[in-house]
């Protein structure tokens, strides 16, 4: 069997990035892989997928048990935007683990649902204004007297705040 061949079977193995395959001298096959990594949490079609940094789809679950240290991502075509995503997810520090999901919208923009049932309707152009402004509200919710069910960040200049 040649290297390259190899190579190839090994790559076609889901949890496998890249392998590198090399035959010693006295008949070993030597062998190193890449493995890839659990990055997010795709819910599609009532499944959940487990996709790495690239949407490549690890496995699939039945339910979110045991997944919940990923960020979970709904919408359409979501997966295609998996970069943009752990950008947005590293933007939010401190308050990740307020995050209940992030919602990819008309194939266009973010919204972010938090565990307090908050939604954050963000920009789709200026996306870094629109995150500054959220985790100013955010910082500054606790100490507003009515709860707050959603901010719209879609205008930047205009944000429209709803009460409950």
């Not at 006295?26 to 959940?48: M, P, S, W």
């Not at 565990?115 to 500054?132: A, I, Q, R, S």
């Not at 985790?135 to 879609?154: A, C, G, Q, W, Y």
């Not at 200049?157 to 009460?163: S, V």
């Amino acid at each position: 069997m040649k290297a390259q061949a190899l190579r190839e079977k090994i790559e076609d193995i889901r949890k496998v990035k890249k392998a590198f395959v090399k035959f010693s001298t006295d008949g070993l096959v030597i062998v190193n892989v890449i493995e890839r990594k659990e990055a997010v949490v795709y819910f599609n079609n009532h499944l959940y997928e487990v996709l790495d940094s690239s949407g490549v789809i690890l496995s699939i679950k039945q339910d979110y048990q045991g997944l919940s240290s990923f960020p979970l991502l709904v919408g359409k075509d979501g997966q295609k935007n998996i970069n943009e995503l752990l950008s947005l997810v590293n933007e939010m520090g401190s308050y990740q683990s307020e995050v209940l999901y992030y919602e990819w919208v008309g194939e266009r923009r973010w919204d972010i649902h938090m565990k307090n049932d908050l939604v954050f309707k963000l920009p789709e152009n200026n996306l870094n204004k629109g995150l500054e402004v959220m985790r100013m509200f955010l910082h500054e919710t606790n100490k507003l007297s009515k709860p707050i069910v959603s901010v719209d960040l879609r205008n930047i200049d205009k944000p429209i705040i709803r009460f409950r």
